[in-house]
């Protein structure tokens, strides 16, 4: 379901489980957590890219596998690929078509260039499912949109398009779908020609006055989020999704 190989000096990494809308599960994040460490580690991966399909990116996690293995729990594999996406010193290069949700939006926050296809439809919908944002957004898309574009983002938790995507910082450009893989490959292709010490050295600069700020942001998101996982807002929320009906949360 994620499928890595590595060309023109480009960490290829895919996600490849349309079927379900690329939504994740643990197998899943272990498989983007080894993929990323693997470009870390290669002398010769210059930048990394990652993508969907021009219709799907990301619908985020599986909800079957998120009950059944709470994804942020110590050690877990979801907790390894955010360790990995921070550790990943080479630019990385995301290219997003169709949903982009949940974790399908925040880890577009820790990419250096991010295309979206006009068809991308982004959403923070942890408000509404009655948990908390993670991997850290809570302190970064402030910090990229200012509050109150961030506030009415992951307040409401209500879909944006990729225009709204970009006028936030989320996306660097939107291009037609057709378009969008190849626009993603030229750009790392463009990335991967240039001296790689100086492109990881600007990089490492630019994230670093932040780094502590994320790490500190990643560790009460997770705590906070495990927490709500267990209280009823949460578990109305869930059961109402799966129930295909509207949550009720005057009770609370």
């Known amino acids: 379901m994620i499928r890595a190989r590595t060309e023109n000096r480009i960490a290829v990494i895919e996600l490849a489980r349309v079927e379900k809308k690329n939504s994740l599960t643990q197998d899943m994040y272990a498989g983007l957590a080894d993929a990323l460490a693997a470009a870390q580690a290669d002398a010769q991966v210059r930048v990394a890219l990652l993508h969907g399909t021009a219709d799907c990116f990301c619908a985020g996690n599986d909800v079957s596998d998120f009950l059944s293995r709470p994804p942020l729990a110590a050690g877990s594999a979801s907790v390894r690929f955010f360790e990995a996406m921070l550790a990943l010193d080479k630019p990385l290069v995301a290219a997003v078509g169709g949903p982009a949700i949940g974790i399908g939006t925040t880890m577009l926050l820790h990419c250096d260039l991010v295309f979206a296809a006009r068809n991308a439809r982004f959403q923070l919908p942890f408000v ?45 450009q939107v291009v037609e779908a057709e378009q969008l893989l190849e626009k993603a490959r030229a750009a790392a292709l463009a990335l991967a020609a240039l001296p790689p010490a100086s492109l990881r050295l600007t990089k490492q600069m630019m994230k670093k006055r932040h780094g502590a700020m994320v790490k500190e942001a990643i560790a009460e998101e997770t705590r906070t989020f495990a927490e709500r996982l267990g209280s009823p807002e949460a578990k109305e929320a869930m059961s109402a999704f799966l129930e295909k009906r509207k949550p009720d949360f005057s009770r609370f």
């Open 128 to 172: 509404p499912l009655g948990i908390v944002p993670e991997f850290g957004s809570t302190y970064l898309l402030p910090l990229i949109a200012g509050y109150q574009r961030a506030a009415e983002l992951m307040l409401l938790g209500q879909p944006f398009d990729a225009q709204k995507a970009y006028e936030v910082g989320i996306v660097s």
